[in-house]
């Protein structure tokens, strides 16, 4: 029988891509996110690859347990097993921490902590019972690196670097393999759904241009680029994988953390002190 895969924020980006790498890999696919259009974008890219992958779309919004606890019930119900659990669905965020609303902080850490924990909760009663199945964490270099002007950013992805690391201690003898994956910029089209703060709506709107240019920069690594790190996780049995330049990232941060941080803050201050 055809492994199963379940994917939060399999809509666009990173998810989609990796929602077509294990399709082609003759995975059954349990898809979800909050647009039902984008949704079923992907279910028929997945469709017009010509295999019989099973694909079930869910619309769920990660931050509300009870949406996440029906969309595990249906992928169970539907496929009867699950394998491996993608917890992908995040938003970027960045400014000036002072301009960060609690609205914001709760948005950011709703969804890339809060969602996390729901799927795992929820998913791992199963995983448990038939003492296997894998889980994957999409972290970020932010998780590895304490960048300025990422504040709440850095906050929700160090807390599930944490979160991948106590699992894996905890999980390993039972069986679950967790594995933490760490991309540096990806060139999705995050910047769309991404909170921009700063001193004014200029210093916002300059923040988010800069993004902008750094995502369109050709040596940008690619949401396809993430979709193989996770492929090779999952394959591998790998509790981490740092996505191409995120190792030189992390190992810079490591040997000039002071230097590093120095160059950050020139680089993200814009209209900041
Ligand atoms: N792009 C980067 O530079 C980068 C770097 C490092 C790490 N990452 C991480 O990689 C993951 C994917 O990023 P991406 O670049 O592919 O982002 P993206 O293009 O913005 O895609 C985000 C996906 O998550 C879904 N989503 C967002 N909020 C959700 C919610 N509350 N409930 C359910 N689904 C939700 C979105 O679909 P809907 O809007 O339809 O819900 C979409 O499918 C994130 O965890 C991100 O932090 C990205």
């Not at 679950?176 to 709506?201: H, M």
């Not at 396809?224 to 330049?245: C, F, L, P």
Request: charged share 20%; hydrophobic share 40%; aromatic share 8%.
């Amino acid at each position: 029988m055809a492994p199963t895969i379940l994917i939060t924020g399999a809509s666009q980006g990173i998810g989609k891509q990796t929602a077509l790498l294990f399709a082609r890999k003759g995975y059954n696919l349990a898809l979800a996110a909050r647009s039902d259009e984008n949704l079923q974008t992907v279910a028929q890219e997945i469709k017009n690859l010509g295999r019989d992958n099973d694909v079930l779309t869910v619309v769920c919004d990660v931050r509300d347990s009870e949406q996440v606890k029906t969309l595990v019930e249906k992928a169970l119900q539907h496929f009867g097993n699950i394998d491996v659990l993608v917890n992908n669905a995040g938003i970027f965020a960045t400014g000036t921490v002072e301009n960060f609303s609690l609205d914001d902080w709760h948005t950011v850490i709703d969804t890339n902590l809060w969602g996390y924990i729901h799927t795992i909760n929820a998913l791992l009663p199963h995983f448990l019972e038939r003492e296997t199945g894998t889980i994957v964490n999409i972290s970020s270099i932010g998780g590895k690196v304490p960048t300025p002007y990422l504040a709440a950013y850095c906050t929700s992805k160090f807390a599930v670097t944490g979160l991948t690391e106590a699992l894996q201690a905890e999980l390993k003898p039972k069986g679950i393999q967790v594995c933490g994956i760490y991309p540096n910029v990806i060139a999705s089209s995050f910047l769309e759904r991404a909170i921009f703060r700063g001193k004014d709506e200029e210093d916002a709107r300059k923040r988010r241009e800069q993004l902008g240019q750094v995502t369109n920069a050709p040596v940008i690594e690619k949401p396809k680029d993430v979709a193989e790190a996770i492929w090779d996780a999952v394959s591998n049995q790998k509790s981490e994988v740092m996505v191409g330049s995120a190792n030189f990232s992390q190992t810079m941060y490591r040997l000039f953390p002071a230097l590093m941080q120095w160059v950050s803050r020139q680089a993200l201050k814009n209209k900041d002190k």
